[in-house]
């Protein structure tokens, strides 16, 4: 059974005590991963594919006639409801797209700023006992409104050597170049330093499990990667006009998804905490991941009762969930006060399943309390951001000895010396 506290019994390290440090095994395990699949390349790959999915592979890509037949056994109506979200995707993430701009209001000066979008993504989407199209559209889709001219996919095949029809279908819908069938942390190292079939890429994104995380943080530095992922988690703010059955079922949206999980309610109600409690026991045996989702509740949730909502909101705050949902009678009135959060789900009727899949803002988001510094997968993950400065000799000329004389403060004569050479009779006055 979920676990009920009240805040004034609890420290703000008890509220939610999260860590992302892989045990050293499997940082041991990852680190060998890397060094075969970047020694072996394909074999390697190979290997770990028939040792880890039980599949037998001749070809790594996935072919264009494979595309076809995942598109001609699809479901027209699921179909259409991708066609549909990936339009609310691209909708939603063309809004970040930022402008280039050109300063010239200095004589002889023009200052500038550009976005030049990356050459190679890599796109990471798990596989094994679920599939997860959502995941193609959610870090597909921002490359492309990028303008990412190259975007590599990889994900596991099952046992029958394919990828999943369902996985495929979305691929097609948001624009994927390449696809691969490889996953955990080779595929990881695959995109970082490419095989004879897979290409290097510029920079990793998607969720994984500790594995892919592990390898993800391994390989920065020699590319890009989005950010470390931990469990999912959901944080429910609820006040006591709640209906609890749909404050439990929320929290079980996320607690399905791994024994690690972190379902947490905080309200200001100890009815509706009762009554939640209860309502989790009543759900959890209906679904059929009951087991995740029981490990989830009893070991990782909590509900935490707040003497009014402002104490609540600061909890929300301390704790900076991956997904908050605001289930108050005045949603937009506590919206101003949240500071840390991925993603925040207004009002009783918006369950964080609407932002999964459907409604455009991205479902890749900081977890483990990241979301203090860090931000939704998004557009700016695939573009780098330039400055420009061209200066005239005359500009220059003007503040050269101001240049100089500051270089000289941190004791760079050479900085100082670049540009009074310009000017400097022996050093020529060429343009």
């Known amino acids: 059974m979920i676990q009920l506290y009240r805040l004034e019994d609890l420290t703000p390290d008890q509220i939610l005590n999260r860590d992302l440090r892989a045990e050293k095994d499997v940082e041991a395990v990852v680190e060998a991963i890397i060094a075969d699949v970047r020694a072996r390349g394909d074999d390697a790959l190979r290997d770990y594919a028939k040792k880890f999915d039980g599949a037998d592979l001749d070809a790594l890509e996935v072919t264009p006639a494979e595309m076809e037949e995942a598109l001609a056994a699809a479901d027209p109506d699921f179909l259409q409801t991708l066609r549909m979200a990936a339009a609310n995707i691209e909708a939603f993430h ?67 050597g394919k990828v999943n029809p369902a996985i495929l279908a979305a691929a097609s819908v948001a624009g994927v170049t390449r696809i691969f069938k490889t996953g955990g942390a080779q595929a990881v190292a695959a995109l970082a330093y490419g095989t004879q079939s897979v290409p290097a890429v510029d920079k990793i994104v998607g969720p994984g499990n500790v594995y892919v995380a592990t390898a993800k943080r391994m390989v920065y530095g020699k590319v890009g990667i989005d950010m470390i992922a931990g469990p999912s988690e959901i944080l429910v703010l609820a006040d006591g006009g709640c209906n609890p059955a749909w404050v439990a079922a929320d929290l079980l949206s996320q607690a399905e998804h791994d024994k690690l999980a972190s379902p947490v309610l905080v309200t200001d109600s100890e009815a509706l905490a009762k009554a939640v409690q209860a309502e989790l026991e009543v759900q959890i045996p209906q679904l059929p991941r009951a087991a995740i989702a029981r490990a989830s509740v009893d070991d990782n949730g909590k509900i935490i009762v707040c003497q ?3 104490k609540a909101i600061e909890v929300c705050n301390i704790i900076a969930p991956e997904h908050l949902e605001v289930c108050v009678e005045d949603p937009f009135a506590v919206l101003g006060k949240i500071k840390n959060a991925g993603s925040i789900f207004l009002g009783r009727n918006v369950p964080e399943a609407l932002g999964d899949y459907f409604a455009g803002p991205n479902h890749t988001l900081p977890t483990s309390g990241t979301a203090r510094f860090s931000s939704p997968l998004g557009v700016d993950d695939f573009v780098k951001r330039s400055s420009f400065i061209y200066y005239t000799r005359e500009a220059l000329g003007a503040v050269k000895d101001r240049i100089a004389a500051f270089a000289e403060k941190e004791g760079l004569h050479a900085h100082a010396r670049s540009v009074t050479i310009r000017y400097d009779q022996e050093g020529g006055a060429s343009q």
Not at 108 to 129: D, F, H, M, N, S
């Open 94 to 160: 063309r809004r970040q797209l930022h402008d280039n701009f050109v300063m010239t209001e200095q004589d002889g000066v023009i200052l500038g700023q550009k976005y030049t979008p990356v050459e190679r993504a890599g796109v990471y989407v798990p596989g094994g006992t679920a599939a997860y199209p959502s995941t193609v559209l959610m870090d597909v889709i921002p490359a492309k409104v990028a303008g990412v001219p190259e975007i590599v996919m990889t994900t596991p095949a099952g046992k029958d």
């Open 308 to 310: 009014d909502l402002g």
